[in-house]
C-alpha cells in the first residue's frame, strides 16, 4: 500500500515514510493511494479470532514489503494485551466496546499499534520524535504507548492547565523518554505550533519528528481493524444490511471505518452521530465547510468545529460522491437526546454507556426503523463510561465504578517546560531536554 497527499500532484510515498514524515511535504494529508481486496483474509475469521491474530494476518497483507508475517505478529503482540469487545443489546444492535485498554478509550488502539510498528521499523537504531498536541485523554494514551519504547521520544504540547495520568518517573530528566510542554495558550496554539515544527523540515530532519495526532495516518489506518474485528464477530447472525454508528467530533474514527469498508468488509453505512456542533452538517448537505463558534456540550471529545481530517473527508466525497451520499448518514444528538440515550442503555439493555457511546446510540436508534428485517447496527462506545461519571450517573442513575488502570488518570503531573506559543520557544525547549 503505497500513500500521497489529499493535495492533487503528489508523489507517493510508503507506510514508513507516511508515518514517519506526517505531513506531506506538497501540503494535504496523506491518504492510501489505493486500496486491495482483502475479503480473502477475513471473510473466513469467526469470534473465536482473537484481536492479535486479526491485526497479525491483516497488516503484512496490507503493508506488504514493510511488514512480513513474523514482523507483523511480532507488533500485534507487542500492541495489544487487550481486545474490543461485542456486546449484543438485541437482534438489531450491539455494542463494540473500545474501552478496554490500558487508558479507558478507543485511541489506544491506533496509537498502541503505530507505536508498535514504528518501534519494529526503527530497530535498526532507528530514532524518532513524537511531537502531539494533547488534551484529555490523548496525552496519557500517547505517553503509554511510546513509554520505553526503543529510540522514541513522545513530546506532549498542553495548552494552559494540568495534564494528569503521566508518571514522572518516566520524563526524560528522570531517566524516561517522555516530555510533557506546557503551552501557554490554547489547544489550537498546541496543534499549530506541531504542523509549524514538522514543516521546520531542518529541525524536523534533525530529530526525526513525526505525529501521533489524527493527521497522521499511522493512528487512523490501523482503527480499521477493529471495525473488522466486529464484522467477524456479528456476521453469523446477519441477515440483512450492516451499519456501524460512530460518534464524531474529529472524524477520525468515521474514516477509519471508511477504510474498513475500501479493504471489502460488507458494511451499508455509517451513521455520523454529531453533536450540536454539527461539525460537518452544511458538508453532508452539499455545502461548502464552513467552520462554526465552538458550543460546549456534555460530550466534550466531540466538541469540534474545524475537524482537522476534513481534507481526508472531502477526498473520499471527490472520488465518489453519490455513492458517499448513500453511505453516510448524518444525525446531530443535543445534550438531552444524549442524557435520553444513556437512561435508555441502562434501563432497557442494562448496560452503562459513556455519552459519547449514547449519542451513537441515539444515532442508531434514529434509522433502527427504516431499516430492512435482519439487519443489525453497531455502536461504538469509544470512551469508558467512568470518563463521564458525573453524568453518567446523573442520567442512569447508577454509581460507575472506575477500574483499577484508570485512577492514575486523575494524578496531576507538573510539565518539564512552560513556554509561550512561539515555535522558536518550542524549538528550544526541546533541544533543552535532550
Same mark, same amino acid.
Given at each position: ?13 510508503s507506510?514508513?515514510e ?27 475469521m469467526?469470534?473465536?479470532t482473537?484481536?492479535p ?20 505478529a511480532?507488533v ?9 469487545e ?5 437482534d438489531?444492535?450491539?455494542?463494540l466496546?473500545?474501552?478496554?485498554g490500558?487508558t479507558?478509550?478507543f485511541?489506544?488502539? @491506533?496509537?498502541?499499534?503505530?507505536a ?9 537504531? @532507528? ?29 506532549l ?6 495534564i494528569?495520568?503521566l ?17 501557554? @495558550? ?6 499549530r ?7 521546520d ?8 519528528i513525526?505525529c501521533?495526532?489524527a493527521?497522521?495516518v ?29 460518534p ?11 477504510y ?15 453533536n450540536?456542533n ?8 452539499g455545502k461548502?465547510?464552513?467552520?462554526h463558534?465552538?458550543i ?10 474545524s ?6 473527508m472531502a477526498s ?22 444524549t ?11 442494562g448496560?452503562l ?9 441515539? @444515532? ?23 470518563k ?13 465504578q ?10 496531576k503531573a ?21
Amino acid at each position: 500500500m503505497q500513500f500521497r497527499s489529499t493535495k492533487p500532484g503528489s508523489r507517493m510515498v510508503s507506510f514508513r515514510e507516511a508515518i514517519s514524515r506526517c505531513l506531506p511535504e506538497e501540503g494535504g494529508l496523506y491518504v492510501p493511494d489505493s486500496v486491495m481486496d482483502m475479503r480473502q483474509f477475513f471473510l473466513h475469521m469467526d469470534e473465536d479470532t482473537t484481536y492479535p491474530e486479526l491485526v497479525s494476518t491483516v497488516a503484512p497483507v496490507l503493508l506488504q514489503d514493510e511488514l512480513n508475517p513474523l514482523s507483523a505478529a511480532r507488533v500485534a503482540e507487542s500492541a495489544f494485551n487487550f481486545e474490543p469487545e461485542l456486546k449484543r443489546l438485541d437482534d438489531r444492535l450491539s455494542v463494540l466496546t473500545l474501552y478496554n485498554g490500558p487508558t479507558g478509550v478507543f485511541k489506544d488502539f @491506533g496509537i498502541s499499534f503505530m507505536a508498535a510498528v514504528m518501534e519494529e521499523m526503527l530497530k535498526d537504531n @532507528g530514532q524518532a520524535m513524537i511531537l502531539s498536541a494533547v488534551r484529555g485523554d490523548t496525552g496519557v494514551s500517547i505517553a503509554n504507548a511510546f513509554n520505553r519504547r526503543q529510540g522514541m521520544t513522545p513530546v506532549l504540547l498542553y495548552p494552559s492547565g494540568s495534564i494528569r495520568g503521566l508518571d514522572p518517573a518516566t520524563f526524560v530528566p528522570n531517566g524516561g523518554n517522555i516530555i510533557p510542554i506546557q503551552i501557554r @495558550g490554547t489547544f489550537d496554539d498546541c496543534q499549530r505550533l506541531v504542523n509549524e515544527t514538522i514543516n521546520d523540515r531542518p529541525f524536523a530532519d534533525r530529530y526525526a519528528i513525526t505525529c501521533a495526532n489524527a493527521i497522521n495516518v499511522g493512528r487512523l489506518l490501523p482503527q480499521a481493524f477493529y471495525y473488522l474485528y466486529a464484522f467477524t464477530r456479528v456476521k453469523q447472525r446477519l441477515s440483512g444490511d450492516l451499519l456501524f454508528s460512530v460518534p464524531s467530533g474529529n472524524f477520525g474514527n468515521l474514516i477509519s471505518g471508511f477504510y474498513a469498508w475500501t479493504f471489502g468488509m460488507p458494511v451499508n453505512g455509517f451513521i455520523a452521530a454529531m453533536n450540536v456542533n454539527n461539525a460537518f452538517g452544511d458538508f453532508f448537505q452539499g455545502k461548502n465547510f464552513v467552520p462554526h463558534p465552538l458550543i460546549m456540550t456534555k460530550t466534550p471529545a466531540m466538541d469540534v468545529s474545524s475537524p482537522s481530517n476534513y481534507e481526508r473527508m472531502a477526498s473520499f466525497y471527490e472520488e465518489a460522491p453519490s455513492v458517499m451520499r448513500n453511505m453516510v448518514y448524518p444525525h446531530v444528538v443535543d445534550d438531552q437526546a444524549t442524557m435520553e440515550a444513556l437512561e435508555l442503555a441502562w434501563k432497557r439493555y442494562g448496560i452503562l454507556l459513556d455519552p459519547h457511546g449514547a449519542a451513537a446510540l441515539s @444515532g442508531a436508534l434514529s434509522i433502527l426503523d427504516s431499516l430492512e428485517t435482519g439487519s443489525h447496527v453497531v455502536v461504538l462506545a469509544t470512551g469508558h463510561p467512568a470518563k463521564e461519571a458525573e453524568t453518567v450517573s446523573a442520567a442512569t442513575g447508577q454509581t460507575v465504578q472506575t477500574p483499577p488502570r484508570l485512577h492514575i488518570l486523575r494524578q496531576k503531573a507538573e510539565p518539564i517546560a512552560l513556554i509561550d506559543p512561539q515555535l522558536d520557544a518550542l524549538e528550544g525547549a526541546i533541544a533543552s531536554c535532550l
